[in-house]
């Protein structure tokens, strides 16, 4: 186990609900990530927090709104969403910000309809 | 920026046989390379990362990869597959090591047969 935990695993969402995905490390790391991972398209960032402080915001619709209260804590509040925005959105973290070692929660699998 | 490529969507191998996949990179400097594997239902494991030195680099699982500057490739390979690297592999490039910004490739499932 990676030490990063995400639920749901599953979420079936209409486009009108507000929903939350939860990611939390035990890692005991200090930067948090969000990603997009669409079948046969690469992982897309979405978001990055380091220590609590949000550093990216990588062109991210405002539909979706990141939250990290904490830094073994990292949100992803869903409003609105749009039936492209299926996928699996996977949270990662490392031990400081930066590429060198991400650590992968096995994800959220979310179906807008 | 820096940009990856796997030219294999899919490769079928038999249990046993030796396994390579490619990977080539667009970056003007040094890149950062990496390769994950994300098993079924899972979420993505490091197998190994280049960052500066010997350009062959060994990873966990038996598997091990070649940083060849001249052709901008990174390609993994493993002797011998075993039924449990049936798996969707990435390659990924960052442009230093404290840059949050990896760009992964579209990755390559691996079926591997009896």
């Known amino acids: 186990e990676t030490g990063v935990t995400q639920t749901p695993r599953h979420l079936v969402m209409g486009m009108t609900n507000k929903k939350s995905l939860k990611c939390e490390q035990h890692?005991?790391?200090?930067?948090m990530y969000w990603y997009k991972q669409s079948a046969k398209k690469p992982l897309e960032l979405m978001f990055v927090?380091?220590?609590?402080?949000?550093?990216e915001n990588n062109s991210v619709p405002s539909r979706f709104s990141p939250e990290c209260p904490n830094s073994s804590h990292l949100f992803l509040h869903l409003h609105t969403l749009q039936p492209e925005d299926s996928a699996l959105y996977l949270c990662?973290?490392?031990?400081?910000?930066?590429?060198?070692?991400?650590?992968f929660g096995s994800g959220t699998q979310l179906s807008v309809l | 920026a820096q940009s990856v490529t796997q030219p294999d969507i899919h490769i079928t191998v038999s249990e046993g046989a030796s396994l390579e996949l490619r990977c080539n990179y667009s970056y003007g400097a040094t890149p950062y390379l990496f390769w994950y594997v994300q098993s079924p239902g899972q979420g993505l494991q490091l197998l190994l990362k280049y960052f500066s030195g010997d350009t062959l680099v060994q990873g966990i699982k038996g598997f091990e990869a070649e940083f060849k500057r001249s052709q901008s490739s990174f390609n993994l390979r493993k002797p011998s597959v075993h039924w449990s690297d049936a798996a969707e592999y990435f390659c990924a490039v960052g442009a230093r090591s404290n840059d949050y910004k990896l760009s992964f490739g579209a990755g390559t499932t691996v079926t591997v047969r009896a």
């Open positions: 890692l005991g790391h200090n930067a």
């Open positions: 990662a973290s490392s031990q400081v910000t930066g590429v060198e070692k991400l650590f």
């Open positions: 927090y380091s220590l609590e402080e949000r550093v």
